[in-house]
Structures are given as structure tokens and as C-alpha cells.
T-cell receptor, first 116, second 112 residues
Framework: GAVVSQHPSWVICKSGTSVKIECRSL??????MFWYRQFPKQSLMLMAT?????????EQGVEKDKFLINHASLTLSTLTVTSAHPEDSSFYIC????????????FGEGSRLTVL | GENVEQHPSTLSVQEGDSAVIKCTYS??????FPWYKQELGKRPQLIID?????GEKKDQRIAVTLNKTAKHFSLHITETQPEDSAVYFC???????????FGTGTRLTVIP
């Protein structure tokens, strides 16, 4: 199957700092990538849809100035958590759907963010 | 937007028994319904999916049924094994490049 990779897999930062998470499609080009957030023992909540070459589409209730998304190339999307606070601590996971494989979404390994 | 509900939240079965997880969705335009398995600390992985033009799909011990009229779909796992223990998520989307909306998850425990 297709491979989606995330980096870093875990990060600890101080409150007030910004953290960048990268999502790469390793063996396919992805014009669209999706960012999800998952709290412990809870479901995956869609945060935003990242569109290559254009602005991301954010879900209701997600602060676009807080969670900056950049999709500068067909294989890379980045999520930057700006001025992170402890309540931003969570598991962030990206996904992408290869062209020609209708439907199936492939997920990255996820990035666990802990804000002290 | 789409709202997907999933039941039960936890399920324990004896090895060899069957497990059934049910989901409902709200958007009648949704036409793609995948099921993902997520082991602890790992990424979700697709185990089976069904489209709205099909009522049932089976892959070895796993089957999914879809009732479009009632807007619900179910996952059936037969002859469960300890390695089936994981969290299972249902999801729905309008297909194509559209995003998935996930259910709340079911933690399945298969007791040896």
C-alpha cells in the first residue's frame, strides 16, 4: 500500500513555543492531505484539509491562526501549532489518498505533542 | 456536516466468538464507508470498506453490511482471535477526494 510518513513522532515543548509537524507522502503525489487530532481513547477529529498550492480548509471550531497548515508541494504538508499551550497536547495524525485508489485513506504514524 | 455514531464503545468477547460493531450516519449523500483498525500507539489501518451501491461485503472473517435506507452499517468479525483486539473505527464520506468523518471507536478485547 501507499506510505505516509510523519515527523516527528513525538515532541515535547514549553508553553508559548511553536511546533511544526511534517507529513510526507513517500511514494505518491497528494494534492490533498488531511489533518486529524486524537485525544486519548477518543476518535479521530478532522481538523483541516490541506490543499496543495492553496489555502487549507478548516473544520468548524478549529482556529486557523492557531494551527497553520502549509501544503507547499505534492508530497509535503506541514502543521504548525503556534503558541502552544497544555490543552494543545494531543496526538496529531495526517492522512492522504493516493490518486487512482479511490477511497482508501492512508495514515501517517502520528505525532504526539506534549506541551509543558 | 456528517455525524457518525458508533456502538458499543467497548466490547469483550471470548476467543472464537463473533463481534458486531454498529454505526449510523446522518448525511444521506455519504457513499463510502470504511472500517479502520487501530492498535495501541499505531496508525489506523483500513480493514474493509463498502460503497453505497453494495449491501454487503466479506473478506475472510470480516464482513460489513450497509442499510442505506436506515443509514446504518455494521462490522462483523467471526471466529475472533486475540490479535483482533484493537480499537475499531467506522467512518463515512461522500467518496472521491472528500474527507472521512469517524465514529467514536470501539475497543474490542478478545479474551483467550
Amino acid at each position: 500500500g501507499a506510505v505516509v510518513s510523519q515527523h516527528p513522532s513525538w515532541v515535547i515543548c514549553k508553553s508559548g513555543t511553536s511546533v511544526k509537524i511534517e507529513c510526507r507522502s513517500l511514494d505518491f503525489q497528494a494534492t490533498t492531505m488531511f489533518w486529524y487530532r486524537q485525544f486519548p481513547k477518543q476518535s479521530l477529529m478532522l481538523m483541516a484539509t490541506s490543499n496543495e498550492g492553496s489555502k487549507a480548509t478548516y473544520e468548524q471550531g478549529v482556529e486557523k491562526d492557531k494551527f497553520l497548515i502549509n501544503h507547499a508541494s505534492l508530497t509535503l504538508s506541514t502543521l504548525t501549532v503556534t503558541s502552544a499551550h497544555p490543552e494543545d497536547s494531543s496526538f496529531y495524525i495526517c492522512s492522504a489518498r493516493p490518486p487512482g485508489i479511490s477511497g482508501e485513506l492512508f495514515f501517517g504514524e502520528g505525532s504526539r505533542l506534549t506541551v509543558l | 456536516g456528517e455525524n457518525v455514531e458508533q456502538h458499543p464503545s467497548t466490547l469483550s468477547v471470548q476467543e472464537g466468538d463473533s463481534a458486531v460493531i454498529k454505526c449510523t450516519y446522518s448525511d444521506s449523500a455519504s457513499n463510502y464507508f470504511p472500517w479502520y483498525k487501530q492498535e495501541l500507539g499505531k496508525r489506523p489501518q483500513l480493514i474493509i470498506d463498502i460503497r453505497s451501491n453494495v449491501g454487503e461485503k466479506k473478506d475472510q472473517r470480516i464482513a460489513v453490511t450497509l442499510n442505506k435506507t436506515a443509514k446504518h452499517f455494521s462490522l462483523h468479525i467471526t471466529e475472533t482471535q486475540p490479535e483482533d483486539s484493537a480499537v475499531y473505527f467506522c467512518a463515512a464520506s461522500r467518496g472521491g477526494a472528500n474527507n472521512l468523518f469517524f465514529g467514536t471507536g470501539t475497543r474490542l478485547t478478545v479474551i483467550p
